[in-house]
């Protein structure tokens, strides 16, 4: 496009900096992607998309399964955290991907952008996913924000853990994102071919794209969050659901009305289909909340009707929409008729004839024509023929079909009718101009345009009067797309020749356009560099011109790969090519590079002083690429400027560039002494970058060893948490193995088989327990010096002895009395009782259950638990210290950043430009006014204002911008570092709380026990063993101590969590029922239990939540004890078979000891129950944590990549360009100035400053 007419269109349509970056990128997308055909496949997928929310299983629960997964194929459920991070990761990255594609192309200028085939990938992707299955991906991304934790799936991170706040942001943000690009892109979205047949949903009408879009977004955020939410907080559902009927209802019915009125589709049929989709879903929606509100929405007959109900709809809806379309065209070809008709009788008859000869007018074929019509209402009264602009684009579809110029001419009066009606709606002339262009474009290509006057295809004027009238973005890129449709039509003409070369051409002069803009600038700094250095070369003043370079080098990267895109994609354009020598050598100081591009043709150079220089010596007739610049710089009388350069390769002598030299002595020995300096220059830069690339691998491998050590921590715990989960219940089951001893004695005494099997049968299940399942832990981990010791029996008449063993010792030893014991026969006749009261074996597990067996077993289920909780003592330890580390590395790379680097540069720099101050006033002069005439030269030869290019060089706050950028960067890195090791530490810190408390609850096993044994031992009064009320002191002692635990728990004044922090506990903490294990050891499960309120112990209280039941047995155990007192049990000595037997039928027969019997069995089996609750958290806890830290972990890399890479590498890479300016600007003084001044010479070839 031309430069002037870009700058007066501009200006016209009064086009901002958003508008002017965007229209480009918007228009270089390829519409209708991905194909043609493949679209109405992807609305009807995009339509059933809605099905989700009219027709569900909580809409109809009787609906059949093979209708609902029409829309449970677009319902994203997540099933697992696999699942989940690849469908999330992928939606995040395409948005990112989506505004890098923006962004980049808006940073180049469109100059770096991808190839068409790329761009159709792109937007075809983008098209899909974020178009048509946009109320997928949405519905998707609302379910991090709320919902994402309640899945309880192994590796989604639990609710309000930092990783699920952190995807739950990433969320949010990514629906912002998405929802911008799409509000953007649909300012662009349209298809202005209005004769484009094949193209189907083609349109020039937004055709309600945001309207959808905010459907869908509302849509998405009311089922993945609003519901979800007010459910939560037990709204009732009868609320809820008129809630979305009434919005479904409301926002589709709008829809449909839009859709009815407008018509926006050039297609009858996709009108008609748009139209049926959404009054369809309002009217269904509607009769659903008449079946809700009936109540007979269950009913299977209601659901089985549902699919016909919309089907029918849907044909109705169809055929509804036709009907009305035709009634529209019908209705605007009637009234433009009568218009036409009332116009015709205006002109032939005049208000004379009307006012004295009405008889006259009647003998008229025109006024019979119009008889039904009073003269005064037509005359008088303004006919509408249109009720909006959208219907006169409505009226001129029939070119679609029929294009031939009668039809032609009928459109064009029927848009003048619509510029006469709707004379402030830009639309209408807009829409106008592109039927205009689309029929101008039909001729053109099947060779009818040269049949008829051109005149007919004027469209100029209609933009002029379009651009006088109130325009929005969409409107203002339609005028800027058909401007450039007329100025490659403009071109085309004068050229004679096609529509690529002319768009190739168009391209050409935006670049070359853009190119020299940036290479006027680059000689501005330059010249205001030098204006700085002759004003003043102070130390304080020389830093300020640190800012000056800075934009040099900008200018220099910026044009030279400006340049270098030109010439690749145009190698014709000759033009460029000497332009590009002279930059190279008035901005770049590189004089081999062009040397080389000026083929090491001095005498080519040369030929640019000749003011009378011919054009054809700048441009070929030929090639199209050079014909969009006829005019340029062959035009301009003085080439001084743009062909010498007092520092070029013209002024070093001729000689020196002779055939037999090559590059001449002078300029090989000045591109040696620029080497020999950026080399010096460089040298302490690349230093501090290497040191920076050391520290930053120390880095990852510190962040990667965190990582390892974390999830081998993790993993050590897991493997040990099914030893400890045995472990744990080893106090209780030895008690619980005493108590039975105790209590088989009596049968093997008694000879009474009446509970044998029972004690028999858990003696045996506590012996598989503790020697199969725990033997060889307790062999391998428990080998250790116990502090106390177990009484060793040896018989009746003989002290028993106190044996000192390892833990591990004693529990071989505890086992094998155990087996002694269940071998024993029962007593004969001819045996005393003290065979068995006093015998090793059996006396072993009474005399220590006093308090021995607790004192030296509970080490048992402390031994692993401990050996935990201090390995995550030492993971606490070590993670802080890498994290302190970490933290430290990266304050490292800040100080080497902007400490010694900073200091370098600002160094070199002072003592570099301090050597100006031995050139002369006079010596400033020639090179400011050298520079001052290449400037001018190049404004005059590309008509370019002088002014303009110097509003660029405002300098902004560059070098702050850098800064805030390296904070954030630093600042980001040590909160992620910070981020990433508090699922660690949080982590040990919970896992220490489960096991603390589960010591503490399990505490309350082998109390339990001791309660129950010494109940016994209280009716017993066996004095061989106890002193006289021994045991009730015993049990007053296990009771408190039950009791103290019980409120310890309750209010963690133990040191540890409560219960109320693990709501999965609820069951059996807060709601009644009965649980076990399956390898628990005890003789009956929930499902044999006999409650019998009888003797207290029925369903009610068997089944009261565990801390409700323990208070109530606690209160039986309370009045036990008080019967005692009362005498209510007999109790003889100790001493005789026939003692014992009335003994053991109170026990058999005794209502307390019936209902002990149940309750602990329960309460066993709450404990128990609650262990390995805790203990399998902590399994989903090492699991989900594991993959939460192997996904921070590999986020933190890419971050840290990321971040090295765009930031720090590009922060050096930046310095050593500036670096490289900083050398190329000092030898931009011209040799002749040089050669006079003997110290900046000397500086030059040696780089000695005066420091």
Not at 68 to 84: A, G, V
Not at 629 to 639: E, L
Not at 716 to 725: A, H, I, M, W
Not at 1076 to 1081: C, E, I, N, T, V
Request: proline fraction near 3%; include cysteine.
């Amino acid at each position: 496009m031309n430069n002037n007419n870009s700058i007066k269109s501009s200006n016209k349509l009064r086009l901002n900096i958003l508008e002017k970056t965007l229209y480009p990128f918007f228009n270089a997308l390829p519409q209708d992607v991905p194909t043609e055909w493949v679209i109405p496949f992807l609305c009807i997928i995009e339509d059933l998309q809605y099905l989700q929310y009219i027709v569900n299983d909580k809409a109809f629960p009787t609906l059949r399964q093979y209708v609902l997964k029409l829309y449970t194929i677009f319902d994203p459920n997540i099933i697992s955290s696999i699942q989940f991070y690849l469908t999330f990761g992928f939606i995040v990255l395409f948005t990112l991907y989506v505004y890098f594609v923006l962004i980049y192309h808006i940073r180049s200028n469109g100059r770096k952008t991808m190839s068409k085939k790329n761009l159709w990938i792109f937007n075809s992707l983008y098209t899909i996913l974020f178009r048509y299955c946009l109320q997928f991906v949405l519905n998707f991304l609302f379910k991090p924000v709320y919902l994402l934790c309640q899945f309880n799936i192994s590796g989604i991170p639990e609710c309000d853990s930092v990783l699920n706040t952190v995807i739950k942001y990433i969320a949010i943000v990514t629906i912002v994102l998405i929802t911008v690009y799409n509000v953007v892109y649909s300012n662009f979205n349209m298809n202005t071919n209005c004769l484009s047949s094949g193209k189907y949903f083609g349109s020039m009408h937004k055709a309600n794209i945001n309207g959808l879009l905010f459907t869908k977004l509302i849509l998405a955020c009311i089922a993945g969050f609003l519901f979800p939410y007010l459910m939560a907080k037990n709204v009732n559902d009868a609320i809820i659901a008129p809630l979305l009927y009434v919005f479904v209802c409301g926002v589709f019915s709008y829809l449909a009305v839009f859709q009815l009125k407008n018509q926006p589709y050039y297609s009858i049929y996709i009108n008609n289909y748009r139209f049926a989709v959404y009054a369809t879903i309002a009217i269904f929606q509607a009769i659903s909340f008449i079946f809700h509100s009936i109540d007979i929405y269950k009913s299977q007959v209601v659901a089985d009707i549902v699919p016909v109900i919309i089907i029918i709809l849907f044909i109705v809806n169809f055929k509804l929409n036709d009907i009305y379309y035709k009634s529209i065209l019908k209705r605007i070809y009637k009234k433009y008729y009568e218009k036409q008709v009332v116009s015709d009788l205006r002109e032939s008859t005049s208000v004379d004839e009307l006012k004295y000869s009405p008889e006259k007018l009647k003998k008229k074929s025109v006024y019979q024509s119009v008889e039904r019509i009073t003269t005064e209402t037509y005359i008088k009264k303004e006919i509408k023929v249109f009720k909006n602009f959208y219907e006169c684009e409505i009226a001129c579809r029939f070119l679609r079909n029929n294009r031939n110029i009668e039809a032609y001419q009928l459109m064009r009066k029927l848009f003048e009718e619509g510029f006469n009606q709707f004379k402030h709606e830009a639309n209408i002339y807009i829409m106008a101009w592109y039927y205009i262009h689309s029929m101008k474009k039909f001729y053109k290509e099947n060779n009818l345009l040269k049949k008829y006057d051109m005149n007919l295809f004027n469209d100029e004027g209609i933009l002029n009067n379009a651009m006088d009238l109130k325009l929005d973005m969409r409107k203002k890129y339609l005028i800027n797309k058909a401007e450039s449709y007329i100025e490659i039509e403009k071109r085309e003409n004068s050229m004679n020749t096609n529509s690529l070369d002319v768009e190739s051409s168009i391209k050409l002069e935006e670049l070359k356009n853009n190119v020299v803009i940036t290479h006027i600038q680059g000689l501005q700094e330059i010249k205001e560099l030098f204006t700085k250095l002759r004003s003043s070369t102070n130390t304080k003043d020389i830093s300020s011109y640190a800012l000056n370079i800075s934009n040099i080098c900008k200018f220099q990267n910026s044009a030279y790969s400006q340049y270098n895109t030109i010439i690749r994609q145009f190698p014709d354009a000759k033009d460029v090519s000497k332009m590009y020598v002279l930059f190279l050598m008035d901005v770049m100081n590189k004089d081999d590079l062009a040397f080389k591009y000026a083929n090491g043709n001095v005498k080519m150079l040369a030929e640019h002083n000749s003011v009378q220089a011919s054009a054809n010596e700048v441009t070929s007739p030929t090639s199209a690429n050079e014909i969009a610049s006829p005019t340029k710089i062959n035009d301009v009388k003085d080439k001084k400027a743009l062909t010498s350069s007092s520092n070029s390769l013209i002024s070093i002598p001729h000689s020196d560039f002779s055939s037999q030299s090559g590059m001449g002595r002078e300029l090989r020995k000045k591109i040696n002494a620029k080497n020999s300096m950026a080399k010096k220059y460089l040298l302490p830069i690349k230093n501090l970058k290497l040191n920076m690339a050391i520290f930053i691998v120390l880095f990852m491998i510190f962040f990667a060893i965190q990582a390892i050590y974390s999830i081998s921590i993790f993993r050590y715990v897991e493997n040990r948490s099914d030893t400890l989960n045995l472990n744990m219940n080893i106090p209780g089951a030895i008690k619980t193995v005493a108590l039975n001893v105790r209590l088989l004695s009596y049968n093997l005494i008694l000879n009474n088989f009446t509970a044998y099997d029972k004690h028999m049968g858990l003696l045996k299940s506590s012996l598989m327990y503790l020697d199969t399942m725990n033997m060889e832990s307790v062999s391998s981990e428990m080998d250790i010096e116990t502090s106390d010791s177990l009484l060793e029996p040896v018989g009746e008449y003989a002290y028993d002895t106190f044996e000192k063993k390892t833990l591990a010792d004693s529990y071989k030893k505890f086992i094998s009395n155990i087996k002694f014991c269940i071998n024993r026969e029962p007593l004969k006749e001819d045996e005393p009782i003290y065979d068995i009261l006093f015998e090793p074996h059996f006396k072993y597990f009474i005399v220590n259950s006093k308090s021995n067996f607790d004192l030296v077993f509970s080490k048992c289920k402390e031994v692993i638990s401990d050996q935990i909780l201090n390995t995550f003592d030492n993971l606490d330890i070590i993670i802080i210290s890498l994290e302190i580390a970490l933290v430290f590395i990266i304050l490292c790379i800040a100080y080497i950043t902007f400490i010694p680097l900073n200091k370098s540069m600002n160094k070199i720099l002072i003592n570099s430009l301090r050597m100006f101050k031995y050139l002369s006033k006079e010596n400033y002069e020639t090179v400011i006014t050298d520079y001052e005439e290449k400037i001018e030269s190049l404004c005059q030869s590309f008509e370019l204002d002088k002014e303009i290019t110097e509003g660029h060089l405002k300098h902004g706050k560059t070098k702050t911008f850098k800064n805030i950028k390296l904070i954030l960067s630093f600042a980001i890195i040590i909160i992620y570092v910070i981020i990433a090791g508090i699922p660690v530490l949080n982590v040990a810190n919970e896992i220490s709380n489960i096991l603390t408390i589960m010591q503490k609850s399990s505490d309350r096993l082998a109390l339990l026990k001791g309660i129950q044994l010494f109940s016994y031992e209280i009716i017993n009064r066996d004095k061989s063993i106890f002193l006289d009320t021994e045991p009730e002191r015993i049990l007053t002692d296990l009771i408190s101590k039950l009791e103290t635990i019980q409120e310890e728990l309750k209010t963690g004044s133990y040191g540890g969590p409560t219960f109320d922090s693990y709501p999965s506990l609820n069951n059996v903490l807060k709601e009644n029922g009965c649980h076990r294990l399956d390898k628990a050891a005890t003789y009956t499960n929930c499902t044999t239990i006999e409650y019998n309120p009888e003797y207290g112990f029925s369903k009610e209280v068997g089944t009261l939540p565990l801390n409700e039941l323990i208070r109530e047995y606690i209160y039986y155990v309370h009045n036990f004890l008080d019967d005692v007192k009362d005498g209510k049990y007999e109790r003889p000595n100790f001493i005789n078979k026939e003692n014992i037997g009335i003994i053991f039928n109170n026990v058999l027969e005794g209502d307390f000891f019936k209902f002990q019997d149940g309750a602990m069995d329960n309460i066993f089996g709450d404990i128990q129950y609650i262990d390995q609750e805790l203990l399998s958290q902590v399994s989903v806890l090492i699991s989900n944590n594991s993959t939460v830290i192997i996904l921070l972990i590999s986020i933190g890399i890419v971050i840290f990549l990321a971040i090295d890479i765009f930031i720090f590498n590009k922060l050096y890479s930046d310095k050593i360009k500036e670096m490289n300016t900083l050398v190329s600007f000092l030898f931009l003084v011209p040799p002749s100035i040089v050669n006079k001044n003997e110290k900046f010479k000397r500086f030059l070839e040696t780089t000695q400053t005066d420091d």
